[in-house]
């Protein structure tokens, strides 16, 4: 009886082995969320950017060049993504 609690203790459902695929689950998901998080930040600056009141010059002139192909022959859009 011992020898089966001892068992399941190490590779139960609730086991040592068990716990440490959550530990690594969740640094996983830790490192999602960061990264998740960092992209909020740039895409929520870039609406902020957008805005109709007090949109960037800059980016509207960049957006209108790339996007329907406005651009003088010259000229060379550059986009950060």
């Given at each position: 009886?011992?020898?089966?609690?001892?068992?399941?203790a190490?590779a139960?459902?609730?086991?040592f082995?068990?716990?440490?695929?959550?530990?690594?689950t969740?640094?996983?998901h830790?490192?999602?969320?960061?990264?998740?998080?960092?992209?909020?930040?740039?895409?929520?600056?870039?609406?902020?950017?957008?805005?109709?009141?007090?949109?960037?010059?800059?980016?509207?002139?960049?957006?209108?060049?790339?996007?329907?192909?406005?651009?003088h022959?010259?000229?060379?859009?550059?986009?950060?993504?």
């Amino acid at each position: 009886m011992l020898l089966l609690l001892g068992v399941l203790a190490f590779a139960g459902p609730s086991g040592f082995v068990a716990w440490r695929e959550n530990v690594a689950t969740l640094a996983h998901h830790k490192a999602q969320i960061a990264r998740l998080e960092a992209e909020r930040g740039v895409l929520k600056n870039r609406v902020n950017l957008l805005d109709p009141q007090h949109a960037d010059p800059d980016l509207v002139g960049e957006l209108l060049r790339s996007n329907l192909n406005v651009a003088h022959p010259d000229e060379v859009v550059v986009t950060l993504k």
